[in-house]
C-alpha cells in the first residue's frame, strides 16, 4: 500500500510564508513524478506546481515566482516553499504522485490535503 500524507497548511497573514511537505510511504519502488494542487469550493482541482524524478519543475501562472518546489528523492519527501502569500491563494492542498510500487505496479496517488488559508 502507498500513503500520501500532507503536513504544513495553517493560517497565514497576506505576505506571509508557510512551508508544505508531503511524505510518500509503502512499498514504493519509483516516484516518478510529484504536484501538488489546490480545490477551492466549486472550482476545479488545480495544479499549483509539479516537479519530475529528474528535479525538473513546473509552475502554474498565478503562483510563479512565489512559490518553489523541492524534493527529496532518498526521503520520498517533497516540499512546497510559499511566500507572498495572497488571500486568493486560500485553498485545500493536495499532493499528488505517480508511484510504482513494488506489489501494484504503476497508479496515481493523492493525500487528504492541508488546508491553507490567507487572511486579508
Known amino acids: 500500500q502507498v500513503q500520501l500524507v500532507e503536513s504544513g497548511g495553517g493560517l497565514v497573514q497576506a505576505g506571509g510564508s508557510l512551508r508544505l511537505s508531503c511524505a510518500a510511504s509503502?512499498?514504493?519502488?519509483?516516484?516518478?513524478?510529484m504536484d501538488w494542487y489546490r480545490q477551492t469550493p466549486g472550482k476545479q482541482r488545480e495544479l499549483v506546481a509539479g516537479i519530475s524524478n529528474g528535479g525538473g519543475t513546473k509552475y502554474g501562472d498565478s503562483v510563479k515566482g512565489r512559490l518553489t518546489l523541492s524534493r527529496d528523492n532518498a526521503k520520498n519527501m517533497m516540499y512546497l516553499q510559499m511566500n507572498s502569500l495572497k488571500p486568493e491563494d486560500t485553498a485545500v492542498y493536495y499532493c499528488h504522485a505517480d508511484i510504482v510500487s513494488r506489489t501494484l505496479g504503476r497508479n496515481d496517488y493523492w493525500g487528504q490535503g492541508t488546508q491553507v488559508t490567507v487572511a486579508s
Open positions: 509503502g512499498s514504493i519502488l519509483t516516484i516518478i513524478a
